[in-house]
């Protein structure tokens, strides 16, 4: 079994602005994704001493990198001009697949939050960095490779 990222696959939809599954590719080099850690519970100690735990809906915040060329930097600009030019925000949705571990991801209603607008200029242009706030991530077992 490889934990290699290199072979990630991120679908990603937004009904009426991506209508159909396009695969995100060309990822910056050390940085393709990651997510916040959430809270999933809340517990309170009682004067007692009997703890007590309950269940907490919480966003997840998912940072997606891409290198400065990358032809997935123009969905998401299509995806920012179209709320800007709307005054709405426009729900997306993403499968990620790891194959070398063998689970994909499903990632329901997720908002376009935050982005590099146009990449910083240095000797060579640097990756753009995009957040999505999803409101909820499913994991699903996939096949595992050799």
Do not use: C, H
Not at 26 to 36: R, V
Not at 44 to 65: E, Q, Y
Not at 80 to 87: A, E, F, L, P
Not at 95 to 108: E, H, K, P, S
Request: without cysteine.
């Amino acid at each position: 079994m490889s934990i290699t990222s290199a072979n990630a696959v991120i679908l990603l939809t937004v009904p009426g602005i991506i209508p159909v599954a396009v695969q995100l590719s060309a990822f910056a080099a050390d940085d393709i994704f990651d997510s916040d850690e959430v809270d999933m519970a809340e517990t309170k100690m009682g004067v007692d001493g009997k703890l007590s735990g309950g269940l907490v809906f919480a966003k997840t915040p998912w940072n997606v990198t891409f290198q400065a060329d990358s032809p997935s930097i123009a969905m998401f600009e299509a995806w920012d001009g179209y709320q800007q030019s709307n005054t709405e925000v426009f729900p997306g949705q993403a499968v990620v697949t790891l194959t070398g571990v063998g689970r994909a991801y499903t990632m329901i209603n997720g908002y376009l939050v935050r982005g590099k607008r146009l990449p910083d200029a240095k000797r060579l242009l640097e990756p753009r960095k995009f957040r999505i706030d999803w409101q909820q991530i499913i994991p699903v077992p996939v096949g595992i490779a050799g």
